[in-house]
């Protein structure tokens, strides 16, 4: 059997358990996505026991060619999975919620099947493809149908899918797995062909042929799969790189305005936890973030004085600031709360709006602390002006 070269089949199995490994880690939240999960790691699984040394130790146990039989179960799960990905995606998850349980159910047969096809074989040390007969054709068509199977449902599916496709992305995404569906409605008409023809004819010619190409033309389908389900994962990957961007831009922010009003942070359980995600958690932040905004609204001075030099959101950061120094400090609310709204519109509650206040957070807490080591009457001092030490004027 043809294996190809290593600088070519490394890489190949590098892109294909990196996008696998990456989307069971991160794209998991919907049945479509665990089922796309499932054949990908299937099919990842059926090029790891064509490599040399799984083949030997494999064959070494349980008889020549049972690693490529058990590749072959592998591909055949995959097509499982498949058929109850494009049924999600045609009927919806909630149409056949056990069609993923029965398929792999049925595939699982046909494995068996496959297994004890091949036991003959390697009882007597030889490959099922050089054993030839009908029995090796049964083999053939016990493998192919699934797999023909789910190509024609998905080349159905796609074609009337493609029509309705915004032009783009969406669209090139859709001729790819047409393109592909067709090469392997062709190939797996071949994998019949060569058992009936190897069955009937002496001349096993063909039979050689797809044999020492079978391996490389899956891991080529394997990868060009790999690929196309790849964009869900690098759209994950950038929304996780933006939120934890975002995270730590907040978190100076947060750690003081919860400090000042440290209720509107809910305690959470350490699996609970664990279990958030960079998104998760951004909202979280946001949201306690907001939250002491707004309880903090009654200790909001606006009477800063003369801070014409000073950013918009340095003036904000400032206020925030004294804020929660006057709460700290235990000096009573003052006002009735109408200018509560208006401030927390100013400020924001979207957290790319929250981050480009917290962007100057340093220069308010600077401004704030200036203001507060004045004790003026607002922040506290005393109302006599006469009483005010030199720093207070």
Not at 258 to 282: F, H, I, M, N
């Amino acid at each position: 059997m043809y294996e190809p070269p290593t600088y070519v089949s490394w890489p190949l199995l590098a892109v294909v358990w990196g996008t696998t490994l990456l989307r069971v880690a991160l794209v998991r939240s919907t049945v479509a996505e665990r089922r796309m999960n499932a054949a990908l790691v299937f099919a990842s699984l059926s090029l790891v026991l064509q490599r040399s040394l799984a083949q030997h130790w494999l064959d070494l146990w349980f008889g020549y060619g049972f690693a490529n039989t058990l590749s072959n179960v592998c591909i055949i799960l995959t097509a499982a999975s498949l058929i109850s990905l494009f049924s999600a995606w045609a009927l919806g998850p909630a149409r056949l919620p056990r069609i993923h349980v029965v398929s792999l159910s049925v595939c699982l047969v046909a494995g068996a099947i496959l297994i004890a096809l091949s036991a003959p074989a390697r009882s007597r040390g030889v490959a099922i493809a050089d054993e030839g007969g009908w029995l090796f054709a049964a083999y053939c068509i016990t493998y192919a149908v699934p797999i023909l199977a789910v190509a024609a449902l998905n080349l159905w599916i796609s074609l009337k899918a493609v029509r309705s496709a915004t032009p783009g992305h969406e669209r090139r995404v859709f001729l790819a797995v047409i393109a592909l569906s067709l090469f392997e409605v062709f190939d797996m008409g071949v994998v019949m062909t060569t058992g009936v023809v190897n069955a009937v004819s002496e001349d096993n010619a063909l039979t050689e042929s797809h044999s020492d190409s079978g391996a490389f033309i899956r891991v080529l389908v394997v990868s060009a799969g790999a690929i196309i389900s790849a964009g869900p994962v690098i759209r994950a990957l950038g929304h996780r790189w933006r939120s934890r961007r975002v995270t730590r831009r907040l978190q100076p922010m947060w750690r003081t305005l919860t400090g000042a009003v440290p209720e509107v942070v809910l305690e959470l359980r350490p699996a609970d936890r664990r279990a958030l995600s960079a998104r998760g958690r951004l909202d979280r932040m946001s949201v306690e973030i907001r939250d002491a905004i707004m309880v903090l609204d009654r200790h909001v001075v606006f009477e800063l004085g003369d801070l014409t030099g000073s950013a918009p959101p340095v003036v904000t950061a400032a206020r925030l600031h004294l804020a929660c120094l006057a709460r700290s400090a235990g000096h009573p609310a003052h006002g009735t709360g109408g200018t509560t709204h208006q401030f927390a519109t100013d400020v924001g509650g979207e957290p790319w709006e929250l981050a480009q206040l917290a962007d100057h957070w340093t220069d308010g807490e600077r401004v704030a602390a200036a203001l507060w080591a004045r004790r003026l009457p607002q922040f506290g001092g005393p109302e006599d002006p006469s009483a005010r030490v030199p720093a207070q004027v």
